[in-house]
């Protein structure tokens, strides 16, 4: 084998394989194989003498190869009745400069009625220079089975294959003779393993004429990638079946599945079951079946059924009747998309059956001149459904598309229409539902999109939290109530979670703070908190950070009477980050603002050590207007005020030695204002926009249970432990701690 013939091999690899997957590194030197198989056309067929093979091999073609009958096999069933590749196999097929055709290898070769096998573990490389010419892929193939015997002849592949510029696993087909049994026609041909198609070539093929004996099934993984790449074709087959159980990937602009022939009537049939799984086009020329039966889970595939170009680019002759000829769905859950919504999806016939659902979903809107769907016949009953994007659904948000086009954009047979049309969650506008009877249109909308509600969502967050920073006597001191004679500083740790209209928010606070005597009755003190929280938002989450300077003074009356007196000033920092079927959207934004307020109480003591305190206290909070802008929208968000008035009692009984308390407290509360009012507008040209308003709670109540107690004469300590109920979004429970020392 000349030396050259490697190395020119190897740079041509190189070369084409520049920002793209790359094909594995091919040895150039001829001391890295064990075993190499190398023929031009002047020499008769060639392969291992062996029926398995554990090193590493290359099977070449040298000169130009007059036909395939002449080609190299590294393995052929001429040696056994099954050969196995248990190491790894190269073959190398690129074209002779100056040769119109592929060469031609194989690297394993089953005919007759025998069986070839790549085993698990073991890898078949396949390249060929075909400069994207799809028919001359099947020169060079990693395995191949000769169905045109009429004979039971099969091949698997357990390991792991690699292509470029030719084909993974070919069944060569020929008409069936006419005296076999249906048990013995064809081959059978398997993957169990993986196969990785790069820039060009086929996974697995029915090539020849006539594959209607051959049974093709994918059980492992297909992953093609490139524009002239294919997971599974029919080449030029015009009848075969092709059954699809594991996962098909293709992407760059790669086919996952291709009936292979479009401007002719053929009878291909895809069978996509059990974990069946395909990401990428499916193409389906005129007259084939797709059928979809007992899928484990629910699938969306995206169909062509042709396009013109398509077609003249193939066979040089338009096809404007293309279709795809039946889709069968039974018992399972398929979603279909059209690969090109320029181009109108023709189905024949379409048919369900047992459990499960058919529904077709479009991008954009047709119309009765040129529909995005065109079915012959069924599509009419309750299994079948249709549904539009979000970005449908923000265009009709806009006002820029109108119900009546969504029923205009699908034919059915003798030219109906649906009766029921559905469209899923946008970036502006909601999921909706469209009913037509009798030329009249019903429309349901949902209101804005989970994003836009998921926004204000957090907006009514901020007001909750802010409305929240201020806090009380008992917050701070516990059951102190006596003035206290020196200075002291104090800290406390606040934990709890908001919960409601499916909101949940979890924080964690620190405070501490400082005061000091002024007088015999009146306390001032300064403070500084910190907050840190997530919030789950229907659509998404966000974080968030609260800052706060606080001033407070406290007058404690001799008869057990106090009033305290609090103002805060800070700010929240948010950023969230929201998502769904239509899109996704970050933002980051800053609301500055202050808190003021006013509680008074008093203690009145009882029997047996026993107190009660009524209490009142009256909070104003204000967070400034702000704007902000997210790759969606730009938000500008009103003055957020609440005015909250708050009743309670505390009741309890102290400690011996007035050492301290264990109390339960309940509260009732109203706000008289919390308002949250926004404007949205597209960034992106379109001119979607919104107008968001919403309340905060106006009525909750708050109960719980504590206790304080003065671990010496100059620490006091206190724990409280809460809940709310009663309004929308609730204080779902709060952990409160701390302690105050003095000097």
Same mark, same amino acid.
């Given at each position: 084998?000349?030396?050259?013939?490697?190395?020119?091999?190897?740079?041509?690899?190189?070369? +084409?394989?520049?920002?793209?997957?790359?094909?594995?590194?091919?040895?150039?030197?001829?001391?890295?194989?064990?075993?190499?198989?190398?023929?031009?056309?002047?020499?008769?067929?060639?392969?291992?003498?062996?029926?398995?093979?554990?090193?590493?091999?290359?099977?070449?073609?040298?000169?130009?190869?007059?036909?395939?009958?002449?080609?190299?096999?590294?393995?052929?069933?001429?040696?056994?009745?099954?050969?196995?590749?248990?190491?790894?196999?190269?073959?190398? @097929?690129?074209?002779?400069?100056?040769?119109?055709?592929?060469?031609?290898?194989?690297?394993?070769?089953?005919?007759?009625?025998?069986?070839?096998?790549?085993? %698990?573990? @073991?890898?078949?490389?396949?390249? !060929?220079?075909?400069?994207?010419?799809?028919?001359?892929?099947?020169?060079?193939?990693?395995?191949?089975?000769?169905?045109?015997?009429?004979?039971?002849?099969?091949?698997?592949?357990?390991?792991?294959?690699?292509?470029?510029?030719?084909?993974?696993?070919?069944?060569?087909?020929?008409?069936?003779?006419?005296?076999?049994?249906?048990?013995?026609?064809?081959?059978?041909?398997?993957?169990?393993?993986?196969?990785?198609?790069?820039?060009?070539?086929?996974?697995?093929?029915?090539?020849?004429?006539?594959?209607?004996?051959?049974?093709?099934?994918?059980?492992?993984?297909?992953?093609?990638? #490139?524009?002239?790449?294919?997971?599974?074709?029919?080449?030029? +087959?015009?009848? #075969?079946?092709?059954?699809?159980?594991?996962?098909?990937?293709?992407?760059?602009?790669?086919?996952?599945?291709?009936?292979?022939?479009?401007?002719? =009537?053929?009878?291909?049939?895809?069978?996509?079951?059990?974990?069946?799984?395909?990401?990428?086009?499916?193409?389906?020329?005129?007259?084939?079946?797709?059928?979809?039966?007992?899928?484990?889970?629910?699938?969306?595939?995206?169909?062509?059924?042709?396009?013109? %170009?398509?077609?003249? *680019?193939?066979?040089? =002759?338009?096809? %404007?009747?293309?279709?795809?000829?039946?889709?069968?769905?039974?018992?399972?859950?398929?979603?279909?998309?059209?690969?090109?919504?320029?181009?109108?999806?023709?189905?024949?016939? $379409?048919?369900?059956?047992?459990?499960?659902?058919?529904?077709?979903?479009?991008?954009?809107?047709?119309?009765?001149?040129?529909?995005?769907?065109?079915?012959?016949?069924?599509?009419?009953?309750?299994?079948?459904?249709?549904?539009?994007?979000?970005?449908?659904?923000?265009?009709?948000?806009?006002?820029?598309?109108? +119900?009546?086009?969504?029923?205009?954009? $699908?034919?059915?047979?003798?030219?109906?229409?649906?009766?029921?049309?559905?469209?899923?969650?946008?970036?502006?506008?909601?999921?909706?539902?469209?009913?037509?009877?009798?030329?009249?249109?019903? !429309?349901?909308?949902?209101?804005?999109?989970?994003?836009?509600?998921?926004?204000?969502?957090?907006?009514?967050?901020?007001?909750?939290?802010?409305?929240?920073?201020?806090?009380?006597?008992?917050?701070?001191?516990?059951?102190?109530?006596?003035?206290?004679?020196?200075?002291?500083?104090?800290?406390?740790?606040?934990?709890?979670?908001?919960?409601?209209?499916?909101?949940?928010?979890?924080?964690?606070?620190?405070?501490?703070?400082?005061?000091?005597?002024?007088?015999?009755?009146?306390?001032?003190?300064?403070?500084?908190?910190?907050?840190?929280?997530?919030?789950?938002?229907?659509?998404?989450?966000?974080?968030?950070?609260?800052?706060?300077?606080?001033?407070?003074?406290?007058?404690?009356?001799?008869?057990?009477?106090?009033?305290?007196?609090?103002?805060?000033?800070?700010?929240?920092?948010?950023?969230?980050?929201?998502?769904?079927?239509?899109?996704?959207?970050?933002?980051?934004?800053?609301?500055?603002?202050?808190?003021?307020?006013?509680?008074?109480?008093?203690?009145?003591?009882? +029997?047996?050590?026993?107190?009660?305190?009524?209490?009142?206290?009256?909070?104003?909070?204000?967070?400034?207007?702000?704007?902000?802008?997210?790759?969606?929208?730009?938000?500008?968000?009103?003055?957020?005020?609440?005015?909250?008035?708050?009743?309670?009692?505390?009741?309890?009984?102290?400690?011996?030695?007035?050492?301290?308390?264990?109390?339960?407290?309940?509260?009732?509360?109203?706000?008289?204002?919390?308002?949250?009012?926004?404007?949205?507008? *597209?960034?992106?040209?379109?001119?979607?926009?919104?107008?968001?308003?919403?309340?905060?709670?106006?009525?909750?109540?708050?109960?719980?249970?504590?206790?304080?107690?003065?671990?010496?004469?100059?620490?006091?300590?206190?724990?409280?432990?809460?809940? #709310?109920?009663? #309004?929308? $979004?609730?204080?779902?429970?709060?952990?409160?701690?701390?302690?105050?020392?003095?000097?």
């Amino acid at each position: 084998m000349p030396r050259f013939y490697l190395t020119a091999v190897a740079a041509a690899v190189m070369a +084409a394989t520049v920002n793209a997957a790359e094909f594995p590194a091919i040895p150039t030197d001829q001391t890295d194989y064990n075993e190499i198989i190398y023929r031009d056309d002047a020499n008769d067929p060639t392969s291992y003498e062996q029926s398995s093979w554990n090193g590493i091999g290359l099977v070449a073609s040298g000169e130009p190869m007059s036909s395939g009958s002449k080609a190299p096999a590294f393995l052929s069933t001429a040696k056994g009745d099954i050969v196995t590749n248990n190491g790894s196999i190269w073959v190398l @097929a690129d074209r002779i400069p100056g040769n119109k055709l592929g060469q031609y290898a194989s690297g394993i070769l089953a005919s007759g009625g025998k069986k070839g096998v790549n085993a %698990e573990g @073991a890898v078949i490389y396949v390249h !060929s220079d075909n400069n994207g010419k799809e028919d001359n892929y099947e020169a060079a193939k990693g395995m191949a089975a000769d169905a045109s015997t009429g004979t039971k002849t099969s091949i698997t592949n357990s390991g792991t294959i690699y292509v470029e510029g030719g084909t993974g696993m070919l069944a060569t087909s020929n008409p069936k003779p006419a005296n076999a049994l249906s048990s013995e026609k064809g081959s059978v041909i398997t993957n169990e393993g993986t196969i990785h198609v790069i820039n060009s070539g086929f996974g697995m093929s029915l090539g020849g004429n006539d594959a209607s004996g051959v049974k093709m099934t994918n059980e492992g993984t297909i992953i093609a990638s #490139g524009k002239n790449a294919y997971g599974i074709t029919a080449s030029d +087959a015009k009848d #075969g079946t092709v059954t699809n159980e594991g996962t098909i990937i293709a992407t760059d602009g790669a086919i996952a599945i291709s009936s292979g022939r479009w401007d002719k =009537d053929v009878d291909f049939r895809l069978i996509l079951k059990g974990n069946s799984h395909v990401e990428g086009v499916i193409e389906l020329g005129k007259g084939s079946e797709l059928t979809v039966e007992n899928l484990a889970r629910a699938e969306t595939i995206v169909l062509s059924s042709g396009t013109p %170009e398509k077609v003249n *680019a193939l066979d040089g =002759d338009p096809c %404007e009747d293309c279709n795809v000829g039946s889709v069968h769905v039974n018992n399972s859950n398929l979603t279909i998309r059209s690969s090109d919504e320029s181009q109108t999806l023709k189905i024949g016939l $379409i048919e369900t059956v047992g459990n499960g659902s058919l529904t077709f979903e479009f991008d954009s809107v047709g119309s009765k001149e040129k529909p995005l769907l065109d079915v012959d016949t069924g599509g009419q009953d309750d299994a079948v459904k249709f549904n539009y994007t979000g970005t449908v659904s923000d265009k009709l948000a806009s006002g820029s598309v109108k +119900a009546e086009e969504l029923f205009n954009g $699908i034919s059915l047979d003798n030219n109906a229409t649906p009766e029921r049309i559905t469209t899923s969650d946008g970036l502006w506008g909601g999921a909706s539902v469209h009913e037509k009877k009798d030329d009249e249109i019903t !429309s349901t909308y949902s209101g804005p999109s989970s994003l836009i509600t998921s926004t204000t969502d957090l907006a009514l967050m901020n007001g909750l939290v802010w409305r929240s920073q201020l806090t009380n006597l008992s917050d701070r001191m516990g059951t102190l109530r006596t003035m206290p004679q020196a200075a002291g500083a104090w800290a406390r740790y606040n934990n709890g979670r908001l919960d409601g209209r499916g909101l949940e928010y979890d924080y964690s606070t620190i405070e501490v703070g400082f005061d000091a005597p002024v007088s015999s009755n009146f306390l001032v003190g300064v403070s500084f908190d910190y907050t840190i929280g997530d919030t789950d938002l229907n659509a998404g989450s966000a974080d968030n950070d609260v800052y706060t300077l606080g001033l407070y003074g406290t007058y404690y009356g001799d008869n057990g009477g106090f009033v305290d007196l609090m103002a805060k000033i800070g700010r929240i920092d948010n950023e969230y980050n929201v998502a769904n079927s239509a899109g996704s959207e970050k933002g980051d934004y800053m609301m500055t603002g202050a808190i003021v307020g006013v509680e008074a109480g008093h203690r009145f003591d009882l +029997a047996h050590n026993m107190f009660v305190e009524p209490q009142v206290q009256l909070s104003y909070s204000w967070l400034r207007a702000t704007d902000y802008a997210t790759n969606i929208r730009s938000v500008d968000f009103e003055t957020i005020e609440s005015l909250v008035a708050r009743v309670g009692v505390m009741g309890g009984m102290k400690f011996a030695e007035n050492r301290g308390a264990a109390y339960l407290k309940a509260s009732y509360n109203h706000d008289f204002l919390g308002s949250v009012d926004a404007a949205m507008h *597209a960034v992106n040209g379109s001119n979607n926009s919104a107008k968001i308003s919403d309340e905060l709670d106006d009525n909750w109540a708050e109960v719980s249970l504590g206790v304080s107690y003065s671990v010496t004469d100059t620490l006091n300590t206190f724990l409280d432990v809460g809940t #709310g109920f009663g #309004g929308d $979004i609730d204080q779902k429970w709060r952990i409160n701690f701390g302690a105050r020392y003095a000097f």
